[in-house]
């Protein structure tokens, strides 16, 4: 798995920052998490394919957010076949994905677009293949706001010396072990955890937009990696409350009663000209923090 960020200002689009936009890539699918307006233009710089995006997790409709979202739609409608597109965000992203559509002229005939409402009470799985799945839960800003964990699922190893020692050669007998089903081989009884081990699957969470609640935490929980809004210093708590957004404080303490392993901040307010103060402050409260930055790459 690895992620792509696209766009780490708040609002507005500085020299250095791009609005919100990451590029989650894993096992030759895309999925963006927002797509704040230039995020073609980023997808270029950053050598990604528009064409790999399967999906677009919507966390609400503030334009830094969704800015780019016709532009690139508009940039998919042309292929001959274009990717199958899966959008999903809070209630009312139908109406606004068609508005979004009714607002410029081009040949749509050719989208395939699959847009999907969400509106959850608490964690919920809205998709699931058999790789991995996706939750979301709702926040707390001033429009409906949702965010969302990618988590894969684990994966039983074959221990292939292990089940060469046994005489097991590739074969459905592997293959109903590797599944977890114990197989009778030579008279005798093999159970699947004799030959195999669990890979825990990797999880990342993305929290934009909200003040402090519950479900960041729940959501957050475990996770290999937390993404996390810090648009501003604890010292602008009161802006924070006001609109609705976290602190690096606030975010700390998620990462730390979270128990989650690397915590990545971004969405930064553009008053602060260096992200450095933001860093060495969000480390004091969870040590294994970073500031994102445009074009950062990092792998799970
Ligand atoms: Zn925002
Ligand atoms: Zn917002």
């Not at 825990?200 to 937390?226: H, M, P, Q, R, W």
Request: contains cysteine; glycine residues 6%; hydrophobic residues 35%.
């Amino acid at each position: 798995m690895e992620l792509t960020f696209l766009g780490t200002s708040c609002m507005v689009p500085t020299k250095e920052r791009n609005v919100q936009a990451i590029f989650l890539s894993y096992k030759g699918k895309g999925i963006l998490i927002d797509c704040g307006e230039g995020t073609q233009r980023q997808m270029d710089i950053a050598g990604i394919n528009r064409n790999k995006v399967d999906m677009i997790l919507v966390t609400h409709w503030h334009g830094d957010h969704v800015g780019g979202i016709i532009g690139l739609l508009q940039t998919i409608s042309d292929k001959e076949n274009p990717p199958k597109i899966q959008i999903f965000g809070p209630i009312g992203t139908k109406k606004k994905v068609n508005h979004l559509l009714n607002s410029v002229i081009f040949e749509k005939s050719n989208l395939n677009l699959d847009i999907c409402e969400l509106n959850p009470k608490k964690i919920e799985v809205f998709k699931e293949t058999k790789d991995y799945y996706i939750q979301c839960a709702p926040m707390n800003h001033t429009i409906p706001c949702i965010a969302y964990s990618f988590i894969e699922k684990n994966i039983r190893k074959i221990n292939l010396s292990k089940a060469k020692k046994l005489g097991l050669k590739e074969g459905h007998l592997l293959g109903k072990l590797q599944k977890g089903i114990s197989v009778n081989f030579n008279d005798k009884k093999i159970f699947s955890k004799e030959i195999s081990s669990i890979k825990k699957g990797k999880k990342v969470s993305f929290i934009f937009d909200t003040s402090i609640n519950e479900n960041c935490y729940s959501l957050a929980e475990n996770s290999d990696v937390l993404v996390s809004e810090a648009v501003y210093l604890p010292s602008l708590k009161e802006k924070a409350d006001k609109y609705k957004h976290l602190t690096t404080q606030d975010v700390g303490l998620i990462a730390n009663k979270a128990n989650v392993k690397k915590l990545i901040i971004t969405h930064f307010s553009q008053r602060y000209k260096s992200t450095d103060v933001l860093e060495k402050d969000v480390k004091t409260y969870f040590s294994d923090s970073k500031c994102a930055f445009d074009f950062m790459k990092l792998r799970i």
